[in-house]
């Protein structure tokens, strides 16, 4: 600056007092992410206030760290860590504020052209207006408002109640970001309008601006087509030319209905809306909204299938163990005919057979649809777990997708799911546990279902033995209906349903029949050594491997879940077509019959404002464009230019403030996190929850297999470095 100002004392000493807040604001920040276990809110209102009497070695804030180490901030360090804690913060603002500008401009820009092209062949009556305000509008939109609160202040307060006191104490107020003059309130107000629609292109959607008609035939001007754009008259076409959308791409990020659907046939096509997914972005080159993909899956996506049991342990009670209904064991045990990939043949096989090779929806996503051969067995695969979840499964709601509920953000099972759910899911996505990695060491047991069949088969023989003798017909017809040899593969003209019937009711009869207590005594026997299989005690693992499912033994009772992990960019785009193509209805005959994903906001988890400051600035565009501007140091006030070290610091300090929200989001969760484990040791059912009585008569708590360490700090650990890997990561295309 020219005219540099030169700051009294009484001036420093009043800015200092402004930079509390945000210093405040910004150690705690730092704190936390430093992983200093504190409720935030209740840190900061619970901050004494410095004053002038305290002297450098008064402590003003002391923190006990997870291991016990005392951390005093005091009164001294205050200046020292100052420029260290907040300079980074006030740097990000800076660059923030003219990214802002710069991407507002952008979009304000193509606001002008989308609404020229958008109205480009409708009829007056028909046009919209949408295109967004120039950024001199909105700036002077905001000085009437500064200027109208000045009025009014001197009007409440008058001269002679120093109302330019109270004006600037209103402009230093969070309102107005802490503003030393009007100009910096009217600067902060313009920015923080602008924010909204300057991030559009890291914001996605499924609009329908476009019809069946604009995006199969182009969009045909009715007059001469043009915007303005800071005076200049720009020409966008001339009447009766074509106008064709880069943006848009067939069986990309739309689908058109068949020429012979429904739609068309009921529908004007030239009113017909067709779903597009893209970003909210007006600017023709930051439409794409698959971009983010890549950096999406690198966060462990899944999308689950779930078969659900009721039985459960009754965890004290020695003789009835386990809570196991009739009709469970006799939904398990009851014949059913499956398609086989060979369409002319069946297989007759018992529920319980099936489940350990349940796959859910997985075989229609792994598939390539256009290879019909493969794509015919996976849906026959799929069919029969969906015949499964309907005649065997506690919970047949999602049958009709396969026992999927589509996606599932971890960020929304950790905000809005117990710990019981997500701690287990997880353990999941990181894989089996070591000793210093992931949550739960699988115990793997493919033949769990096989040996529980068994078991049941000879304990309700054993029970008619004891009841009715094992030469009575009643055990004669039972043994014969539970003979393995009825399960076989036939030709469909082979099959007899009666004989299925025969079977099914026999051993629904027979079971029904038997007196309770000798069914719940010997079942949940059972089901006790079975579930415990590997483990002492009679113990469970918390996550069983069957072959490729995941089963889970809860209070609910029994959880099986097939995990496909979204980890290919092409099979993401795929599912994205398929749930286009039951948006538009295009004539779709397929599989699906509900959306997998949810596209409105897909990808709100990474897209957040670390995500985007990184990827900007990973841009030679963004990169130079901000190494012109110059903005006023916070401690000298005096301009420069940004470097690249401030570049550097934008970005780091964005990640910092992320990982405080992922940090608060985990400490949030404390009291829930540690009552599952207090549960988890207490339901005494778990092998992994361990409890050791040691020479000290004291108990060692432990989570196998991190027997190590502390198990609350472990959970805290790892659900806190889950939930912040791959930070920041910038889009694998700059």
Do not use: C
């Amino acid at each position: 600056m020219s005219d540099k100002k030169i700051r009294t004392t009484e001036q420093k000493a009043k800015r200092k007092r402004i930079l509390w807040g945000a210093f405040w604001g910004t150690a705690i920040t730092a704190a936390v992410s430093a992983g200093i276990a504190i409720p935030i809110v209740q840190a900061q209102k619970k901050l004494p206030q410095p004053t002038p009497v305290l002297t450098n070695d008064d402590a003003i804030i002391s923190i006990v760290t997870p291991n016990g180490k005392n951390y005093n901030l005091n009164y001294g360090d205050l200046d020292k860590n100052h420029n260290e804690l907040n300079g980074p913060k006030y740097i990000a603002s800076q660059v923030e504020k003219f990214l802002t500008k710069y991407l507002y401009e952008q979009e304000y820009k193509g606001s002008l052209w989308y609404e020229a092209v958008y109205n480009a062949d409708k009829a007056e009556n028909k046009r919209r207006s949408f295109a967004l305000d120039s950024i001199d509008k909105i700036k002077s939109e905001n000085t009437k408002k500064i200027n109208d609160l000045e009025k009014k202040i001197q009007e409440d307060y008058g001269l002679e109640k120093k109302w330019d006191e109270k004006f600037k104490e209103e402009l230093a107020s969070s309102q107005y970001g802490n503003a030393k003059s009007k100009e910096e309130a009217i600067e902060y107000l313009t920015t923080k309008q602008m924010e909204s629609n300057a991030y559009r292109r890291y914001q996605t959607e499924v609009n329908k601006d476009w019809t069946y008609s604009e995006l199969k035939n182009g969009i045909i001007a009715n007059r001469d087509i043009y915007y303005t754009y800071n005076g200049e008259k720009i020409e966008v076409a001339k009447q009766g030319e074509t106008i064709t959308l880069s943006f848009a791409k067939e069986n990309v990020n739309y689908v058109l209905p068949l020429e012979n659907s429904e739609e068309l046939l009921t529908e004007n096509k030239d009113q017909l809306a067709i779903p597009m997914f893209v970003t909210k972005s007006f600017v023709a080159d930051q439409k794409e909204a698959s971009r983010f993909i890549t950096p999406w899956i690198e966060r462990k996506q899944a999308i689950i299938s779930d078969f659900k049991l009721a039985s459960k342990p009754n965890k004290d009670d020695v003789v009835t163990p386990w809570s196991v209904s009739k009709d469970e064991v006799i939904k398990l045990l009851s014949y059913n005919a499956f398609v086989l990939e060979d369409k002319n043949k069946v297989e007759v096989a018992q529920g319980i057979d099936k489940i350990a090779t349940f796959s859910g929806i997985s075989p229609l996503i792994i598939v390539d649809e256009t290879k019909q051969e493969e794509w015919n067995k996976a849906l026959i695969k799929a069919n029969n777990d969906a015949k499964l979840l309907e005649f065997v499964s506690s919970d047949k709601s999602a049958a009709d997708q396969y026992g999927s509920i589509g996606f599932q953000n971890i960020f929304s099972q950790l905000q809005g799911k117990e710990a019981k759910e997500y701690i287990p899911l997880i353990s999941i996505l990181l894989g089996d546990a070591t000793e210093t990695t992931g949550i739960y060491k699988y115990n793997e047991q493919n033949e769990l279902f096989t040996n529980l069949k068994e078991e049941l088969n000879k304990s309700l023989l054993e029970i008619i033995k004891n009841s009715a003798g094992e030469n009575s017909q009643t055990y004669k017809d039972l043994k014969n209906a539970l003979d393995s040899t009825n399960s076989k593969e036939l030709n469909k003209t082979d099959l007899n349903s009666n004989n299925i019937a025969t079977l099914n009711d026999t051993i629904k009869n027979t079971i029904n029949s038997m007196i309770d207590s000798d069914f719940n005594k010997a079942i949940s026997k059972v089901y006790q050594t079975v579930f415990s299989t590997n483990n002492p005690d009679n113990k469970i693992s918390s996550i069983i491997k069957v072959k490729d499912n995941y089963l889970r033994v809860t209070s609910d009772g029994i959880l099986l879940q097939n995990v496909y992990y979204l980890s290919d960019v092409n099979k993401v785009n795929s599912l994205i077509i398929h749930d286009l193509t039951i948006q538009s209805k295009s004539n779709y005959n397929g599989a699906f019959k509900k959306e997998v994903l949810n596209l409105n906001n897909i990808f709100n988890e990474i897209l957040t404002k670390d995500f985007q400051v990184a990827d900007l600035l990973s841009q030679d565009e963004f990169i130079n464009y901000i190494k012109e501007q110059s903005f006023i140091q916070q401690e000298t006030n005096e301009e420069r230019k940004f470097t690249q070290e401030d570049i550097e610091k934008a970005i780091e300090y964005e990640k910092l403030v992320k990982q405080a929200d992922n940090s608060s989001l985990i400490n949030n969760k404390a009291k829930q996190i540690e009552s599952f484990v207090k549960n988890e040791f207490n339901s005494g059912i778990y092998a992994d929850w361990k409890a050791t009585l040691e020479a000290d008569n004291q108990y060692k708590w432990e989570l196998a297999p991190h027997t190590n360490q502390k198990p609350i700090d472990y959970l805290f650990k790892t659900i806190n470095d889950f939930i912040n890997s791959n930070l920041s990561k910038k889009l694998k295309s700059n």
